[in-house]
């Protein structure tokens, strides 16, 4: 297939012959992108999310362009280029769809968020009807606009592409209104509706703040909190960057003067076959950087989360790099669940041990309770209480007064097995007056009478 080579022509314009910046940074970072962004997209294939799958395999074929094009096309030394046969073709096929199946998946996703956050339906089981009519209102949003924009480009297509310095191929298209109506509209319409999903899902997410975890669980999203808020995350901010972008574009070519169509002047054979190539002077369309922003805008929500932690821990270990990085051998990058188990093991020994310890040493206790300042075993240390309020007891036992002048001696606890368990204390001590009396070594303790039937306070050394 035969094919010509033309110029256009510019005053004052100077080739870029070199390696401009552009030329250097775009595949780069795009090379960058592609590596980042791909385990998010596996993580997705995997788990059968359509929509999310299907944005992030966009903006990796779309930055896979940016790095072949500018590898390919790098500076204005045209007499140098490829001709771009058959790569160009399907690449300008690809730019187009690539727009419109970014706008299509971010409407799947935020259509599924506002659902997922509607409360005025009842959360039931999905049956298996509903399942296939949700799954193929996502396929044909996902790939029915791109299909469509493939077909009908040959409608408004008087070229088969052309060639731009860095940029690569581009999509040729016609200057008439059918090219307006057919192409330009589509993604600005497409914006929309996703965005009234996107302000729908903030405005739910802000009315239901409190109760959204609940209401997140109660629904058959199956979505958890940390994945609902990353893909409430990229579709917005994907909506914020495309529709405004896409509006710009429309006005642009709607204002741009219009030529009539004619069939016949766009499909002639003689001008198809022509490439018109177009030193830019190192400079590069603003599309390419939105590629390439909407990459990093992926990674930061999908690539930094725990699913996509144990995912390189995975393939890192398979490798076999776990000798040259022992860290991952640690059991933080193992699953979520997996380290709640552990730590839960761990948990239940340590209270196990606590309790034992604490079990054991309340039971060595003397005293009817835990020592207090109404407790006579801290006031009066040789004193032995007979508590009306208590089980009845054994006789009290004497304990004799040092000698003046030598501290007391320690008390010696009993073996465990002759220790009583503790009684349970009154909730009212009428001898707290009693309790607060000072004490006197070797000195007579106040006695109360026994006709009067009050407990008796006293023991060897008292009278």
């Known amino acids: 297939m035969s094919s010509t080579n033309s110029t256009a022509s510019m005053d004052a314009f100077v080739p870029e012959l070199g390696l401009s910046p552009a030329a250097v940074a775009i ?28 944005l992030i395999f966009w903006i990796l074929v779309s930055n896979l362009m940016n790095l072949v094009n500018a590898l390919l096309w790098p500076n204005d030394n045209i007499p140098t280029w490829f001709s771009g046969t058959i790569l160009c073709d399907i690449e300008v096929k690809l730019d187009l769809a690539a727009t419109l199946a970014v706008v299509g998946s971010v409407l799947c996703i935020t ?7 509607d409360t005025s339906k009842p959360a039931i089981s999905a049956t ?33 592409y052309y060639l731009f310095a860095i940029a690569g191929c581009t999509p040729s298209v016609d200057d008439s209104w059918p090219s307006i109506a057919l192409l330009f509209i589509w993604p600005p319409v497409l914006c929309l509706p996703a965005t009234y999903y996107a302000l729908l899902t903030f405005h739910r997410l802000r009315k239901y703040r409190r109760a959204f975890a609940a209401i997140l669980a109660a629904s058959t999203s199956g979505l958890t909190r940390s994945r609902f808020l990353r893909l409430f995350t990229v579709a917005f901010i994907v909506v914020a960057i ?10 642009t070519n709607a204002t741009f003067p219009q030529l009539p169509y ?85 948990d239940t020994l ?41 089980a009845p007891a054994s006789p009290a036992s004497s304990i004799e007064h040092p000698p003046a ?9 009993p073996a465990a097995r002759d220790r ?25 303790v106040p006695r109360h009478d026994e006709e009067r039937g009050d407990a008796v306070v006293g023991g060897r050394g008292c009278t």
């Open 27 to 54: 595949p780069l970072l795009s090379l960058f992108t592609i590596f980042l962004d791909f385990p998010a997209f596996v993580w997705h294939i995997k788990n059968r999310n359509l929509p999310a799958g299907s």
């Open 111 to 117: 259509r599924a968020l506002a659902r997922a956050l």
């Open 128 to 160: 298996g009807q509903q399942r296939f009519r949700r799954n193929l209102l996502d396929c044909a949003l996902c790939f029915g606009p791109p299909l469509y924009i493939i077909v009908i480009h040959y409608v408004v297509q008087p070229s088969r």
């Open 242 to 251: 495309v529709l405004p972008v896409q509006s710009y574009i429309l006005y």
């Open 262 to 346: 004619s069939w016949a002047a766009i499909h002639d054979p003689a001008a198809w076959h022509e490439i018109v190539m177009v030193p830019t002077a190192g400079a590069v369309a603003f599309d390419r950087w939105i590629r390439i922003a909407l990459g990093v805008v992926v990674f930061a929500c999908f690539g930094t989360g725990k699913d996509a932690t144990r995912m390189y821990t995975a393939w890192l270990r398979a490798l076999g790099l776990v000798r040259l990085f022992p860290s991952l051998r640690r059991s933080s990058l193992l699953p979520s669940h997996t380290r709640r188990l552990r730590s839960a093991g761990r």
């Open 350 to 390: 340590k209270d196990k041990a606590a309790s034992l310890f604490s079990s054991t040493f309340s039971r060595s206790s003397l005293s009817t309770a835990s020592l207090s300042p109404h407790d006579p075993a801290h006031s009066f240390p040789h004193a032995v209480v007979d508590d009306a309020y208590s």
């Open 405 to 413: 002048g030598k501290p007391d001696p320690a008390p010696v606890r």
């Open 420 to 444: 009583a368990p503790a009684p349970v204390p009154p909730r009212e001590d009428p001898w707290s007056w009693f309790y607060r009396l000072p004490r006197v070594g070797g000195a007579q």
